[in-house]
């Protein structure tokens, strides 16, 4: 069955210090993959999707993602966070039955 | 284009008690879902619709009902209110049932049961 993993429950980084947010997959073919960030109150907004071809992928709001097929990963990136990336952020990745599957959600907290 | 919206924002109810969270959107989008967000649980898929008058089961549908009589509106219904039924509840659409159109959700809906 298709999973997904993200292992750090919280995170703290440093205003200007760079980020790498965790995610791990389960699916046999070639996953769709989404990240989407949550603040505080509100709903889910996407920030970037991975289908098919580079495998680099370039989101909203100076983040990036990286599939590595290999490692079942999908780690979401940013070179330097500002305090409003403080939220919660979802992996996930689209099911064979057509249906999305998150992960568990890693909560970042930026330090000023 | 307001996109998603959901009411309540927040609703308190007793054990036992039905009650109804609304959903619309006004993108014209067929595909519509019902997810309850629990903490270190993510979203888990409660049910979902491809389009008027079509409606399925998710991960975790026990308790819940829906309908889909217009494009426009997916309310959920909690027939008899659970405390297990506590928690964020989150509709979303999208423009089709493939995965390259984005998905919109809306603001959430926090129940609790007492």
């Known amino acids: 069955a298709q999973s997904v993993t993200q292992p750090d429950i919280h995170i703290t980084v440093s205003e200007g210090a760079s980020l790498e947010l965790r995610c791990n997959y389960s699916y046999g073919a070639t996953p769709y993959l989404f990240w989407y960030v949550q603040s505080p109150g509100q709903g889910l907004q996407l920030l970037l999707k991975y289908f098919s071809g580079d495998t680099l992928v370039q989101g909203i709001k100076g983040f990036e993602a990286e599939f590595k097929r290999s490692q079942s990963s999908f780690n979401l990136r940013k070179p330097s966070v500002h305090w409003s990336d403080a939220a919660e952020y979802f992996c996930a990745v689209a099911s064979n039955t057509g249906k999305l599957i998150f992960g568990q959600g890693t909560t970042l907290q930026v330090k000023p | 284009n307001a996109g998603v919206t959901q009411t309540p924002k927040f609703q308190v109810l007793k054990t036992g008690q039905s009650m109804t969270l609304q959903c619309a959107q006004d993108?014209?989008?067929?595909?519509m879902s019902w997810y309850r967000q629990d903490p270190g649980m993510g979203l888990r898929l409660i049910h979902y619709s491809v389009g008027a008058g079509i409606t399925d089961q998710g991960e975790v549908p026990n308790g819940y009902n829906v309908s889909r009589s217009t494009t426009e509106d997916f309310p959920l219904r909690l027939l008899s209110a659970a405390p297990s039924q506590t928690s964020v509840y989150f509709c979303?659409?999208?423009?089709?049932?493939?995965?390259?159109?984005?998905?919109?959700f809306g603001p959430g809906t926090r129940l609790t049961v007492t």
């Open positions: 993108m014209n989008h067929e595909y």
């Open positions: 979303a659409s999208r423009g089709g049932t493939g995965f390259s159109h984005e998905q919109y």
